[in-house]
C-alpha cells in the first residue's frame, strides 16, 4: 500500500470530489430555479470550468489551517502554472477574426477542391485537418480554431442533438491524437520529449502516421453518417459565411500571425509570451475595425479550470506513479486511457517519466494511452475546456452532458485505440 501523508490524502478525496463534481454541474442548475435566493452560488457550481478552481481553493484553505499558511503557500508557488496561461493567451489570439478569417478561407478553398458536397468537406476538414495542425500551432490553438469554426458553420444552424454529441467527441479525440506528429505540440508528449530524448522524426515514425489514420477515419465515418444533416446545414454556412464576409487588412492579418507564431515558439516561458500578449492587446485596440470581441471571458474561465487541475494534481503522485510502475506494457496502454479520463494526460504522462529504468515499450504504452483518452471527458486534456467553453452555448440548456461526451467520444477512442495497437 503506498505511503501518503494527510494532505496528500484531503488532496486525492477533493480531487475525487471534483471530478463527481463535473459530472453534477445540471444539478446545481436546477438548485438555482429551485432556490432563486442563492442563484448566483448555484450557477458558479454549475459551470464546469469553475468545478476544479473552486476545489483547488478549498484544498489550499485546507492545507493553510493543517500545515501551515508558509507550506500552503509554498506549494501553490511551486506549481507551474505556464500551461494554464499560455492556453489563456493562445486561445484568445487563434479566435481573433484575422486568424479565424484566414483558417475559413483556406478550409473553404479546400472544400471546393474536394469531390463532396461543400457543407460536408467543410465539416471533413474541421474534424480532420485542423486537429492535425495541431501539431505545428499547438493543440489548444487547434482546438480553439476548430471549435469556432464549429460553432459559427454548423452548431449554430441547429444540429441535432445526436450530432452534436458525435461532432464533440470526435473533435476531442482528434485534437488528442492529433498533436503528437511532432513532439511540441501536444501536452502530453511535450512533458517526456525532453527526458526521453524524443524529436519530430521520432513521433511522426511511431506515433504521427497511426494518429493521421485515426483523425481521417473518425471524420470521415462521422461526416459520411450524418452526410444529409451537414449538407443541409453547409449550404446555408457557405451562402452566409461568403456574404457576411467582411474583408481584413493584409498587414493586419500578418501581424496576426506573427503574434500567433511568437506565443508558440515561447510556449515555455510565460514571462515572453505574456509580454507578447500585452502587446498583441494593444495592437487589437489600435485596429479595432479589424477585431471582433476578444474571448477574454472564457480563456480566464478555461485557464481557471486548468490551473485548479495543475494544484489538485500536484499532490495525486503518491497513488498515480505506483499505478504506472510494474505492469506490462499493453495493460499499461489501458491503463494510461482509462486514467486520462480522470486526471489530465500531461500530468500522467510525467508522472511517468519519473519512473527510473523503463523499457521504449513502456514509454510508448503509457504516452499512446494518454493521448487515446484524451476525449473521454473534459478533464482528460487540455485543450478540451477551450472546446467545452466555446461549444457548450449551442447545446440544449447551455449545457454538455458528461456523460453524453464520454459515450460520443467511445468509437473515435476505439479507432485510436485500434491505430495505436494494431498499425
Not at 100 to 123: C, E, K, N, T, W
Not at 155 to 177: A, E, H, K
Not at 201 to 219: D, E, Q, Y
Request: glycine share 8%.
Amino acid at each position: 500500500m503506498p505511503n501518503f501523508t494527510v494532505p496528500e490524502l484531503i488532496a486525492a478525496i477533493l480531487f475525487g470530489i471534483a471530478i463527481v463534481h463535473t459530472f453534477s454541474t445540471k444539478f446545481f442548475s436546477r438548485l438555482a430555479h429551485l432556490q432563486p435566493r442563492h442563484a448566483g452560488l448555484w450557477h458558479l457550481l454549475g459551470e464546469v470550468e469553475v468545478v476544479f478552481g473552486f476545489w483547488a481553493f478549498v484544498l489550499i484553505v485546507a492545507l493553510f489551517f493543517i500545515s501551515g499558511r508558509d507550506s500552503a503557500v509554498d506549494y501553490l508557488q511551486g506549481r507551474n502554472f505556464t500551461e494554464p496561461m499560455f492556453v489563456f493567451v493562445i486561445m484568445v489570439i487563434a479566435a481573433s477574426r484575422p486568424i479565424l478569417s484566414l483558417v475559413l478561407d483556406g478550409v473553404q478553398s479546400l472544400a471546393r477542391l474536394m469531390p463532396f458536397q461543400r457543407g460536408v468537406a467543410m465539416y471533413f476538414l474541421c474534424l480532420a485537418l485542423i486537429p492535425l495542425l495541431g501539431s505545428f500551432i499547438t493543440e489548444p490553438a487547434a482546438m480553439t480554431i476548430a471549435a469556432l469554426l464549429l460553432r459559427d458553420a454548423f452548431y449554430s444552424r441547429g444540429l441535432s442533438t445526436r450530432l452534436q454529441y458525435s461532432t464533440i467527441g470526435v473533435l476531442f479525440v482528434n485534437v488528442s491524437i492529433g498533436g503528437t506528429l511532432t513532439h511540441f505540440a501536444a501536452p502530453p508528449v511535450l512533458m517526456v520529449a525532453a527526458t526521453w530524448q524524443w524529436d519530430t522524426p521520432f513521433m511522426f515514425a511511431h506515433f504521427g502516421w497511426k494518429a493521421a489514420t485515426a483523425v481521417l477515419i473518425n471524420a470521415g465515418v462521422v461526416a459520411w453518417l450524418f452526410r444529409h444533416e451537414i449538407a443541409s446545414k453547409g449550404q446555408a454556412v457557405a451562402g452566409a459565411a461568403a456574404e457576411g464576409a467582411i474583408p481584413s487588412s493584409k498587414t493586419v492579418t500578418a501581424m496576426h500571425i506573427l503574434f500567433l507564431v511568437g506565443v508558440v515558439v515561447f510556449a515555455h516561458h510565460a514571462a515572453v509570451f505574456m509580454g507578447l500578449f500585452l502587446f498583441f492587446l494593444g495592437y487589437t485596440e489600435a485596429y479595432k475595425k479589424y477585431q471582433d470581441r476578444l474571448i477574454l471571458r472564457e480563456g480566464l474561465l478555461v485557464a481557471f479550470f486548468l490551473a485548479g487541475l495543475v494544484t489538485l494534481g500536484g499532490l495525486q503522485q503518491w497513488w498515480l506513479q505506483p499505478v504506472l510502475s510494474d505492469i506490462d506494457s499493453t495493460v499499461l496502454y489501458f491503463v494510461a486511457t482509462a486514467l486520462t479520463a480522470v486526471t489530465d494526460n500531461a500530468a500522467l504522462t510525467y508522472l511517468g517519466s519519473l519512473v527510473q529504468g523503463v523499457t521504449p515499450e513502456f514509454k510508448y504504452a503509457l504516452v499512446a494511452g494518454a493521448v487515446t483518452g484524451g476525449g473521454l471527458t473534459v478533464i482528460a486534456n487540455a485543450p478540451n475546456p477551450a472546446g467545452f467553453s466555446i461549444l457548450k452555448g449551442s447545446f440544449r440548456d447551455e449545457a454538455i452532458s458528461p456523460l453524453g461526451l464520454f459515450l460520443a467520444a467511445l468509437p473515435p477512442t476505439c479507432v485510436a485505440i485500434l491505430a495505436f495497437q494494431v498499425l
